[in-house]
C-alpha cells in the first residue's frame, strides 16, 4: 500500500504588512519541526513541499533529521487567495471550505485538481512513503476528498505544525502529531 505523510507546516513569524505568502518560522516553531520529525515513522525517502517559505523552512528542518531530500512542488501551494481582506480570516476560509465562492480565491475544485496531481505523481515515483509539507485550507480539501471528515471542522482543529498519514489504498487516515497552535 502507498502511503504520503501529509505536515501542515509549523507557526510562521507573522509579520504585519507583508505577504504571508513570506513569513518564515520562529526558533521555536523549528524546534516544533524537531519535535515533529521525531515523532515521524521509519521509512520515509523523500519530502515534498510547497513553495511558500513556511512549508519550505518547516520541510527543511524535517528533511535535514530525517536525513532525506526536499523538493519543491508548487501544486501542493495552499488556495491562492488577496494577500490582504477586511473580514475575519477563519470566517472567511471557513464560508470557503464549507462551499461559499469567495471572490479572488482559487476555486475548491482547481485546488483539488492541483492538489491530487501532484499526490498521484509523487506516489508512483515513491520508493516507500513521502512527505508533503503543505497548508491547511489545501491539505484539508484534498483530505475530504478522499475520506468521510468534516471539512470545515477537521480544518479548523489543524494545530501549527500537525501530521496525518494517509493510506492510499484502504483510504484510513491516522493522526500522527499535534503541535501546540490551532489555526493560523
Known amino acids: 500500500m502507498s502511503g504520503i505523510i501529509l505536515v501542515r507546516h509549523a507557526m510562521p513569524d507573522v509579520q504585519q504588512g507583508i505577504s504571508s505568502m513570506l513569513w518564515g518560522l520562529s526558533d521555536a516553531s523549528r524546534e516544533d519541526c524537531v519535535l515533529l520529525a521525531h515523532a ?5 525517502r523523500a519530502a515534498w513541499s510547497s513553495g511558500e517559505r513556511k512549508a519550505r523552512e518547516t520541510a527543511d528542518v524535517i528533511g535535514l533529521r530525517l ?5 519543491i512542488d508548487e501544486r501542493f501551494g495552499e488556495v491562492d487567495r488577496p494577500g490582504v481582506w477586511d473580514r475575519d480570516y477563519r470566517e472567511v476560509a471557513g464560508a470557503y471550505l464549507g462551499g461559499h465562492i469567495e471572490p479572488g480565491w482559487e476555486p475548491r475544485e482547481r485546488v ?8 498521484t505523481e509523487r506516489i508512483s515515483e515513491a520508493e516507500g512513503e513521502i512527505l508533503v509539507v503543505n497548508h491547511g485550507l489545501a491539505m484539508s480539501l484534498w483530505v475530504a476528498s478522499h475520506t468521510t471528515i468534516d471539512l470545515v471542522s477537521w480544518w479548523r482543529e ?8 494517509f493510506e492510499v489504498g484502504s483510504r484510513a487516515l491516522e493522526h500522527l ?5 490551532r489555526g493560523d
Open 40 to 44: 515521524l515513522p521509519a521509512g520515509i
Open 67 to 71: 536525513g532525506i531530500p526536499v523538493h
Open 112 to 119: 483539488l485538481e492541483r492538489f491530487s496531481a501532484a499526490v
Open 158 to 165: 489543524l494545530t501549527l505544525p500537525d501530521a496525518w498519514r
Open 177 to 181: 502529531w499535534m503541535g501546540g497552535v
